[in-house]
């Protein structure tokens, strides 16, 4: 994370960012501390004690910055969010660039969510997991899918474009349901969909029916 993202991270959250470098690089620990914690007990208990010795910053350092676990927790996830948009977005903004088919722009544009998605669930599911007890972190989760639902219409129309073709929003957006829905189900994201998934597909062929079933209702 950037020293900008940590401030604007912070600010959402409600706790004012460290400003000397010393403060930045221990809260930075602490924030690594907290990820590696929640990430390897997918969203279960953890107390400020383990945060502080994982992190080799002290209990009251950390106390001098949040009030308790629940901000603690609400300010990483803030920032690791900040980090996963603004990823999916320059991603997104590249992808289907290419002077190919719209097909073929379809499919990347698909491919590059699809991995993202993938890559970032590790850090995404255990928030998801304690987003069902904390309505501010369900509530950031949700923002945070609403932009990347935003972007990924966005990329669809733009491609499109560039075909001198036009869909509906309603369409891409569905499109943009296809998708998620599927990966959602496929991805252990820590919801209960996951455990009702009775076929499981390698990650190629996957994406290859998620392409296919997408193309099919655009009717490209």
Same mark, same amino acid.
């Given at each position: ?95 289907? /660039?290419?002077? @190919?088919?719209? &097909?073929?722009?379809? *499919?990347?544009?698909? =491919? #590059?969510? +699809?991995?993202?998605? $993938? ?24 923002? /945070?899918?609403? @932009?990347?639902? &935003?972007?990924f219409v *966005?990329?669809?129309? =733009? #491609?499109? +474009?560039?075909?001198? $073709? ?8 569905w499109t ?9 189900r496929h991805?252990?994201?820590? /919801? ?29």
């Open positions: 994370m950037t020293v900008r993202q940590v401030e604007n991270a912070a600010a959402r959250a409600g706790v004012t960012a460290p400003k000397q470098d010393r403060s930045r690089r221990s809260f930075e620990q602490v924030r690594r501390a907290v990820v590696e914690i929640v990430t390897e007990r997918a969203g279960g208990p953890f107390s400020i004690a383990e945060v502080s010795k994982r992190a080799g910053v002290s209990v009251g350092s950390i106390y001098g910055r949040v009030s308790g676990k629940a901000e603690l927790l609400r300010v990483v996830q803030a920032e690791e969010y900040d980090g996963v948009d603004e990823d999916l977005q320059q991603k997104l903004a590249a992808a289907g /660039s290419s002077d @190919a088919s719209l &097909d073929a722009q379809v *499919r990347d544009v698909i =491919r #590059v969510f +699809a991995t993202a998605l $993938r890559d970032s669930a590790p850090v995404l599911t255990p928030f998801f997991v304690l987003s069902m007890n904390d309505e501010v972190l369900r509530e950031r989760g949700l923002r /945070s899918a609403a @932009a990347n639902q &935003d972007q *966005r990329a669809l129309a =733009r #491609v499109a +474009a560039a075909h001198e $073709r036009e869909f509906a929003a309603s369409d891409l957006t943009h349901e296809i998708v998620f829905s599927t990966l959602a991805i252990d994201f820590g /919801s209960a969909t996951s455990s009702f998934v009775q076929e499981t597909y390698d990650w190629p062929e996957l994406l290859e029916r998620i392409c296919a079933t997408a193309l099919r209702y655009l009717n490209i």
